[in-house]
């Protein structure tokens, strides 16, 4: 089959590629429809790595996916060809610690989809295990069924989060999923979320998805804004969602006495941390990978009408034009925010 592949760091291609997978009794088999471009399928892109996951030989790229059961395994009763579907990328042990405790997304053997050595599903079709493949509702579109993958990281946020209707959060960077963090917040129960971001285009669509209040870091604290709104108070929740050293080690300054810092970004380094300014506010701290158990909630989410991604949705390729998509994604424009390539 036809696939993008990363031949190695800056050289992609777009070829012809054999990959073996067998259709297993309780596996489907997809034709994919349309294919979002992650921040981590650029990262390999550009610099061949990330952390300990190093591109050492030609993998195909792409993992958050929609399309249409054409098959199913012998056991198969939930799925049927035909219908439209999203995937959960990463496959976990099944007999793994950590998915019998129902942490599945740690489990160290899981196998996740554009992560070394496993190909990704910028291809015609892809055989994926049932459990991990899920209905998309009618009024949910393939692009917006692609876009639920970096969607449940978000959700995943709120969730740790604990949110309490009414609650104020702030989000630190407003990438894709630092916005879908934001809508997953609002649906969560936070009345009002600020958004920082130095990019003012950024802002300004944030401000577009509902009470939503953009700030520019580089003019003003973050911190000194949300106080003046809550009465000195601070935010009930802070995620930083950047992966930026700076906005990171700034995490607690807006955060409320008793509040909670959800670390969602993945800096490059290590950051510093300041942990008597955690402690003198008895701050909660939860770390997010991935996420686990959310895809039913964020399909009926979408469905519902009460979560609408779509606005996310800045750019559309055809796969012929995959190459290039992945060159613009590099250095994209400030107005961009999810590029997807649609193989159907």
């Known amino acids: 089959m036809k696939a993008l592949v990363l031949e190695r760091k800056h050289e992609l291609a777009l070829r ?3 990959i073996d997978e067998p259709l297993g009794p309780n596996d489907v088999r997809i034709a994919i429809h349309t294919v979002g471009i992650c921040g981590s399928d650029v990262h390999y892109y550009t610099h061949g790595r990330i952390g300990p996951f190093v591109v050492e030989e030609p993998m ?5 996916a929609a399309g249409t059961v054409e098959e199913v395994g012998s056991t198969v009763t939930t799925l049927r060809p035909g219908d439209r579907v999203c995937m959960e990328p990463g496959i976990p042990d099944p007999q793994g610690r950590a998915t019998r405790l129902g942490l599945y997304n740690l489990d160290p053997a899981v196998r996740f989809w554009a992560t070394p050595p496993v190909h990704g599903v910028l291809r015609p079709s892809v055989v ?14 393939f692009a917006e069924g692609a876009m639920v993958e970096p969607l ?18 702030v989000v630190l960077g407003a990438g894709p999923i630092g916005l879908l963090t934001a809508l997953a917040a609002l649906a969560g129960g936070c009345a009002r979320v ?29 911190g000194e804004v949300v106080r003046a709104a809550t009465e000195g108070w601070g935010a009930d929740i802070v995620f930083e969602a950047s992966g930026n050293p700076r906005a990171a080690a700034g995490a607690l300054d807006p955060l409320c006495p008793g509040g ?12 510093a941390f300041d942990v008597v300014a955690a402690q003198v506010k008895e701050a909660r701290v939860e770390t997010v990978f991935r996420y686990a158990h959310v895809y039913p909630s964020a399909l009926a989410l979408l469905g519902s009408g009460r979560l609408d991604v779509k606005p996310l949705i800045t750019e559309t390729w055809a796969f012929d034009r995959s190459v290039e998509a992945f060159e613009k994604a590099a250095d994209p424009a400030p107005t961009s925010v999810k590029a997807q390539i649609c193989l159907a």
């Not at 920082?196 to 870091?217: C, F, M, N, Y």
């Not at 909670?260 to 950051?271: D, Q, S, W």
């Open 194 to 222: 600020f958004i920082s971001d130095p990019v003012a285009e950024k802002r300004a669509l944030a401000e577009r998805l509902g009470p939503i209040t953009g700030i520019d870091p580089a003019a003003e604290p973050v």
């Open 152 to 169: 449940a990281v978000g959700m995943h946020a709120a969730r740790k989060a604990r949110i309490r209707p009414g609650d104020t959060a």
């Open 128 to 141: 994926h295990p049932a459990a991990f493949t899920f209905k998309l509702p009618d009024t949910v579109s």
């Open 60 to 64: 195909v790229l792409g993992h958050e």
């Open 260 to 271: 909670v810092l959800v670390l969602v970004g993945m800096p490059l380094e290590p950051i």
């Open 16 to 18: 012809e590629i054999t």
